[in-house]
Every structure is written in structure tokens, then in C-alpha cells.
């Protein structure tokens, strides 16, 4: 029996930006090897060139991971962790970046700034630019706020999430691991399943795998992945059969039901979505062999993913979380390095 909704929500309801996709660049033969760009607001706004050049950097930072090392790249700067929605990976990994590269770093959440009487974000930011801050690393839930900040702001800004828009640095650090696992990016099969509609990770990691040359597949209820999808990404496969789905697939990039970015329900029940969408270790046997399981976090154990496929072979979720430092630390040293003091 079908319990889960197969009405679609209308593009009324679609929370993303709508923006078309082109076929991805080209491969070049000559690299990028200069980053121009003050601000990380979005996928959108970078070239496969510019991908690939923050990778090489991320390459290079691997090393300063282990205990005890670290780089001075970034020493005499500050970097503002603003986080005005909850987070632990993204918060802790830019933090653990900026001192890796040998920045100061301070951490604001939203009961400890003045937003909560009544300052705009602008004149926040204003006031943290005033205070010799060379980037902001910003949480918030409207879209558009960081690309906003970094309008107005001379100093760096970095999106570590805007509503349900982008993360880029969550589908950046998800490529990267794809690139560390299988040598490439492209010509690779992702699976994206789960809540596609309410999702910046996925918007983002749509954005970045198919200017990589990655396909990408949706996968979930259709009130999650609705069909009006194909407007704003033309090149992804959109399937509502969990086998179908994991057959053929490279990687699965899990995804949790994002019930605060929810207005009406789209399903009857989390039990109702798992039993129809959860990853067990029955379904993950669906996937080829050298398949992995990915999952930006945080997990709903039970609900999208059950612990022995989380904890499994298969999963590559902690080496993500690592991964993640080493690409902020790209982020944070090519942004600020962008602006001349
Ligand atoms: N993946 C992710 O954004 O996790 P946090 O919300 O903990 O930062």
C-alpha cells in the first residue's frame, strides 16, 4: 500500500531560486590558477575552473589536518563565525579552519548578537567589518542574505547556509570526497535522496556535480522531489523508486526531512517516509558493490538512514566531516587572498 503523497506541490511552492543550468564547462587543458573572488555566497556564481583551482588548494591543505600542524597562511587575520541558525559540523570546521591557517576567530550565535534588538544585518556586519575583521562566515535563514552581506561589505563572506538556497561548502565538500574516492568527479552516477524540495545541500550539490560533469539523479516522494524540479535543473533524472534509484548509482547522498523549512505536510508520518525511503542494509544490497553512502549531516538515525548503513562499509560520512576542514581552509585562504590589504 502507497501511504506516502503522490501529488506534486505546484512551483508556487518551490522555495528555491529557479535558475536554469547550462551543460557543464568544458574540460580546459589550461588550469585556473588565480582565485578572484572576495565572497563564497553560492555555486551558482563559480566556473568548473574555479572548483577544480579550490580543490588543488584543499589537496594541499590535507596535510595540515593531523594533530599538532598547522600554517600560518592566514596569521594577524580574524575570521567572524556569524551563526544565526543552528550547526555543529559547519560552525566547528570553519572555526578549526580559520586557526589551522593561523587566523583569530571569534563565534557569534543568535542569542549572543544584537540582531535580537532589533539591529539590521547590515549594520551588524557593519559593525564587525569596523572592528578590523577580514571575513564573515554567515548562517542565516533567508535566502540571499550572505550574497547580500557580501554586496555591501568589503571584507570576505562565505554562505555557510541561506534559508533553503545554498551550502556550498557543504556540495564542495562532498565533490571533493567523491574526487578522493573515485579519482574523478566526472562521469559519475549521484543519487540525491530524500527532501530535495527544502534542501540548500541539495540544491547545491546539483549545482556543483553537474558543472563537474557528475548525473545526477533525485530521488524521494514526489511531494519532496516534485517533477517541476526538471525546470530549474533540466539535466537531472528525476525517480520515485527507491531500487530504480540505487541501481545503477556511483554514490547516494542521503538527505534528513528538513521539518523546520516545512509548511504543510508532505507526508503522512517520518514512520511512513521510512518504510518507504529509509536506507536499510536490505536496500543499500540494491547498490553496486564499490557503491558509497553519503550524508552532510545531522543523521536522523531511523529515519532517512539506519545505523548499520551509517556506521557501514559503505559510508563515507566521517571522512566528509574531515574533508570539510580541509576545504574551508581552501575557502577561507582563497577569499581573503582575493582582497589586497
Ligand atoms: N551539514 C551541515 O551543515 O551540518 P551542520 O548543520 O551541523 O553545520
Known amino acids: 500500500m502507497t501511504l506516502i503523497l503522490d501529488q506534486e506541490p ?3 511552492t518551490f522555495p528555491m531560486v529557479l535558475t536554469s543550468l547550462g551543460p557543464p564547462e568544458p574540460h580546459r587543458m589550461a588550469q585556473q590558477d588565480t582565485w578572484t573572488k572576495k565572497d563564497l555566497t553560492g555555486i551558482e556564481e563559480l566556473s568548473r575552473s574555479e572548483i577544480e583551482l579550490l580543490f588543488r588548494q584543499a589537496d594541499q591543505f590535507l596535510p595540515a589536518l593531523a594533530p599538532g600542524k598547522g600554517l600560518d597562511l592566514m596569521k594577524g587575520r580574524t575570521v567572524v563565525n556569524l551563526f544565526l541558525e543552528p550547526s555543529t559540523r559547519t560552525r566547528t570546521a570553519f572555526e578549526i579552519s580559520a586557526k589551522k591557517l593561523g587566523a583569530e576567530v571569534v563565534s557569534i550565535n543568535t542569542t549572543a548578537s544584537s540582531l535580537v534588538k532589533g539591529e539590521t544585518l547590515r549594520d ?4 564587525i567589518r569596523a572592528m578590523g575583521v577580514d571575513a564573515i562566515v554567515m548562517r542565516h535563514s533567508s535566502a540571499g542574505s550572505a550574497r547580500y552581506l ?53 540544491r547545491s550539490n546539483i549545482l556543483c556535480l553537474s558543472k563537474l560533469g557528475a548525473q545526477v539523479t533525485l ?5 519532496l522531489v516534485p517533477a517541476a524540479l526538471k525546470e530549474a535543473f533540466p539535466q537531472v533524472r528525476i525517480v520515485h523508486d527507491l531500487k530504480e534509484a540505487l541501481k545503477d548509482c556511483d554514490a547516494v547522498m542521503l538527505l534528513r526531512i528538513q521539518h523546520e523549512r516545512q509548511t504543510t505536510t508532505h507526508f503522512p508520518s517520518l514512520g511512513e517516509y521510512t518504510s518507504q525511503f529509509g536506507l536499510n542494509a536490505e536496500r543499500a544490497a540494491w547498490l553496486k558493490p564499490e557503491a558509497i553512502v553519503m550524508h552532510p ?5 531511523g529515519v532517512e538512514v539506519e545505523s548499520e548503513v ?14 570539510g576542514v580541509a576545504v574551508r581552509m581552501a575557502v577561507l585562504h582563497l577569499c581573503t587572498g582575493a582582497i589586497s590589504r
Open 10 to 12: 505546484s512551483l508556487l
Open 124 to 127: 551588524t556586519a557593519e559593525n
Open 150 to 202: 557580501g554586496s555591501v561589505l568589503d571584507i570576505s563572506v562565505v554562505n555557510a547556509g541561506d534559508g533553503a538556497h545554498e551550502h556550498p561548502t557543504q556540495a564542495l565538500l562532498d565533490a571533493f570526497t567523491l574526487r578522493q574516492r573515485f579519482g574523478k568527479v566526472e562521469g559519475l552516477k549521484v543519487t540525491i535522496l530524500g527532501d530535495i524540495l527544502f534542501s540548500r545541500v541539495a
Open 219 to 223: 530521488a524521494g516522494p514526489a511531494t
Open 297 to 301: 549531516g545531522p543523521i536522523n538515525r
Open 310 to 323: 551509517a556506521d557501514g562499509p559503505r559510508s563515507v560520512i566521517l571522512e566528509q566531516v574531515r574533508n
